[in-house]
């Protein structure tokens, strides 16, 4: 496989359930980010990882926990969530953080659709 | 404040007319610009990108953008729209000051008629 792939595509879940979303890059680049995408909303930036440190946290729930073992995967635990959580979330990964120019271009995943009943 | 802004929610062309995307920023730096596209249920898929130099940037799928210092444009152009281009379009807009944040648009959906 190559580039960015994410799984699962689709997830249903309670409101109590404990569900992961996996993100795994092929690119061999260093730094990866998790986006939200809601309905007639502009992508909202969730966390970014740089060498597998968390860099940002965009003042993102509790009940999303991000976890990077390594520079080329990336998980999105998910708890006790609400029905306002569901949408698209994308993974990305880019070169480098901070590095300027073409090495930050992001690459996106397909997503994973989740819908919180 | 840092911003993009996609004027258009909603465009609709026929098949083999030319296509033009808006695309404004609002940045007080030097800004990276992007378009990404994105077909029902999938991910972005970056069509193109300017860094600097030239300010008419080429990209994929017979797609090109246009950056325009003095109107903070980066308008997105094809010159024959095919069926299999109808999809979700998108502007970001990023900035060596801003790091790694990207500001995305709202997006532009484009529906292609026969």
């Known amino acids: 496989e190559t580039g960015v792939t994410q799984t699962p595509r689709h997830l249903v879940m309670g409101m109590t359930n404990k569900k992961s979303l996996k993100c795994e890059q092929h690119l061999g680049h260093n730094a990866m980010y998790w986006y939200k995408q809601s309905a007639k909303k502009p992508l909202e930036l969730m966390f970014v990882y740089n060498f597998k440190e968390q860099t940002e946290n965009n003042s993102v729930p509790s009940r999303f926990s991000p976890e990077c073992p390594n520079s080329s995967h990336l998980f999105l635990h998910l708890h006790t969530l609400q029905p306002e959580d569901s949408a698209l979330y994308l993974c990305a990964s880019s070169q480098d953080l901070l590095a300027g120019g073409n090495q930050e271009t992001q690459y996106f995943g397909p997503g994973t659709r989740l819908l919180v009943l | 404040a840092q911003s993009v802004t996609q004027p258009d929610i909603h465009i609709t062309v026929s098949e083999g007319a030319s296509l033009e995307l808006r695309c404004n920023y609002s940045y007080g730096a030097t800004p990276y610009l992007f378009w990404y596209v994105q077909s029902p249920g999938q991910g972005l898929q970056l069509l193109l990108k300017?860094?600097?130099?030239?300010?008419l940037v080429q990209g994929i799928k017979g797609f090109e953008a246009e950056f325009k210092r003095s109107q903070s444009s980066f308008n997105l152009r094809k010159p024959s729209v095919h069926w299999s281009d109808a999809a979700e379009y998108f502007c970001?807009?990023?900035?060596?000051?801003?790091?790694?944040?990207?500001?995305f648009g709202k997006g532009t959906s484009l529906l292609v008629t026969p």
């Open positions: 970001a807009v990023g900035a060596e000051s801003s790091g790694y944040a990207l500001n």
């Open positions: 300017y860094f600097s130099g030239d300010t």
